[in-house]
């Protein structure tokens, strides 16, 4: 199975400052046939199933605000939020679903400094 | 408005089954793959299990594979997990989730339920 980890843990940022996560997969995500990296970002806040962000890596759901956005290939990603807001705050776990068997890292916790 | 409604969580004696569902509304039904994933109190998200929208494709994790079994009726918009042996640490929270892309496997997942709780304990 594909492992995937995440970094930090968690972390606590100032309102209106730039939140980074980092999902890193045991084996590369990239399906070179279609040249998609088979990875999604989620946001779970208390008592409320996850919500998708970012698929594909890069692509922004319908009606995320356009301050998140995901980045990177292959085995590293990164989710940013450019401008962090109350909100925000939340666990955000990445996904991938390259393999028949998926797989979620183990989540960053995000919260207001 | 698409909604995915879990229901079939109970509490449940070790080595005992429980038959999940998941009523679908609002899209297209048998256009869509549809996974389980559970998140144990406290935790993370754990993938359980998936089905392709003509059931052409299953998987498991293999925390549950053997002992779990995941299937669809189209006719009725409806997702089922039907879990066997169960243990201790299949105590979880359980949703329902549909792939974001129509007919394929892999995806992003939107939306999920709310959620079905199962509780394994004597």
């Known amino acids: 199975d594909i492992v995937m980890t995440q970094s930090p843990d968690s972390l606590a940022v100032s309102l209106g400052e730039r939140a980074t996560i980092n999902c890193k997969s045991s084996?590369?995500?990239?399906?070179?046939?279609?040249?998609?990296?088979?990875l999604a970002w989620y946001q779970q806040k208390p008592g409320q199933p996850p919500k998708l962000l970012i698929y594909?890596?890069?692509t922004r759901e319908s009606g995320v605000p356009d301050r998140f956005s995901g980045s990177g290939s292959g085995t590293d990603f990164t989710l940013t939020i450019s401008s962090l807001q109350a909100e925000d705050v939340a666990v955000y776990y990445c996904?991938?679903?390259?393999?028949?068997?998926?797989?979620f890292g183990p989540g960053t916790k995000v919260d207001i400094k | 408005e698409v909604q995915l409604v879990e229901s079939g969580g109970g509490l449940v004696q070790p080595g005992r089954s429980l038959r999940l569902s998941c009523a679908a509304s609002g899209f297209t039904f048998d256009d869509y793959a549809m996974h389980w994933v559970r998140q144990a109190p406290g935790k993370g998200l754990e993938w359980v299990s998936g089905?392709?929208?003509?059931?052409?494709?299953?998987g498991y994790a293999d925390s549950v594979k053997g002992r779990f079994t995941i299937s669809r009726d189209n006719a009725k918009n409806s997702l089922y997990l039907q879990m066997n042996s169960l243990r201790a640490e299949d105590t979880a929270l359980y949703y329902c989730?549909?792939?974001?892309?129509?007919?394929?496997?892999?995806?992003?997942?939107?939306?999920w339920g709310q959620g079905t709780l199962v509780t394994v304990s004597s």
């Open positions: 989730a549909k792939v974001r892309d129509v007919l394929l496997w892999f995806g992003g997942f939107d939306p």
């Open positions: 084996q590369s995500v990239l399906y070179s046939s279609n040249n998609k990296n088979y």
């Open positions: 996904q991938q679903y390259y393999s028949t068997t998926f797989t």
């Open positions: 089905i392709s929208w003509n059931s052409g494709s299953i």
């Open positions: 594909w890596a890069s």
